[in-house]
């Protein structure tokens, strides 16, 4: 993603901005169908329960889209459902999103996995040059994807990824793979990322969810399906 990459530690990446909600977004406990009155704070789910943003708009005729921000569901809906339809809905699209994530969970694996899918992308790819000593899962990057640390070949992905298509995950893993080999953003660092053959179309994926993050539902409409569910 040109100008705005997933990684290094002197490298930043891409840092989305979330969403000013339009209308008056309402607040629920996972699996409660309890909302907060307009303008509301948004209620503790209690329990390690996560927050359900329920977030109505006039421009949305019969779509609804669930997806993932800053630790919370957010739920986009058309402003003419009902009460009734609202909770329904909210019910249905949370469970398909956890559904969705758990099984990508499932095939990404925990650290050994994501170090053995490091070093067969970099065979595959880089011709087996990229030797990341570490590859690991880290909830502590919000604002990026990815970083890398050259000096002790450290590479460190995002648990965000975790709800993302598997040639994005690899994609960002590339990236960070380069960076062993070029640490800067240079002609010939984007010339080894390319050799990914799916590179353009996760960057393109990536970007199309920082959008979302920033333009929030006024936006949704164009978010990509993968980190949301249709």
């Given amino acids: 993603m040109h ?15 979330p969403p000013a909600p339009t209308g008056a977004p309402r607040a629920v406990p996972m699996a409660r169908s309890r909302a907060a009155g307009d303008g509301a704070e948004p209620l503790p789910g209690g329990n390690g329960e996560s927050l359900v943003e329920v977030r109505r708009s006039a421009r949305r005729r019969r779509t609804v ?18 009460p009734a ?40 790819h880089l011709d087996g040059l990229a030797e990341p000593a570490s590859v690991r899962w880290v909830d502590n990057q919000q604002r990026r994807w990815g970083s890398c640390t050259p000096a002790d070949r450290s590479i460190r992905l995002s648990s965000r990824l975790r709800s993302m298509p598997e040639y994005v995950v690899d994609y960002v893993l590339v990236h960070e793979l380069v960076h062993l080999l070029e640490p800067g953003h240079d002609e010939r660092f984007w010339t080894l990322v390319a050799r990914y053959p799916r590179a353009e179309r996760a960057r ?19 978010e990509p399906d993968a980190d949301v569910v249709d």
């Fill in 85 to 124: 339809e609202e909770r329904r809905w909210v019910a249905q699209m949370v469970a398909k999103l956890q559904t969705r994530e758990e099984r990508r969970r499932r095939s990404l694996g925990g650290d050994d996995e994501l170090m053995a899918r490091a070093r067969a992308l970099s065979a595959a």
């Fill in 3 to 17: 100008g705005t990459p997933p990684d290094a530690s002197a490298h930043p990446g891409p840092r989305g901005v």
């Fill in 65 to 82: 889209t669930a997806y993932r921000e800053s630790g919370r569901t957010v739920v986009l809906i058309p402003a003419a459902f009902s």
């Fill in 204 to 222: 393109g994926f990536l970007e199309g969810v920082e959008l979302a993050n920033t333009a929030g539902a006024a936006g949704a409409a164009d």
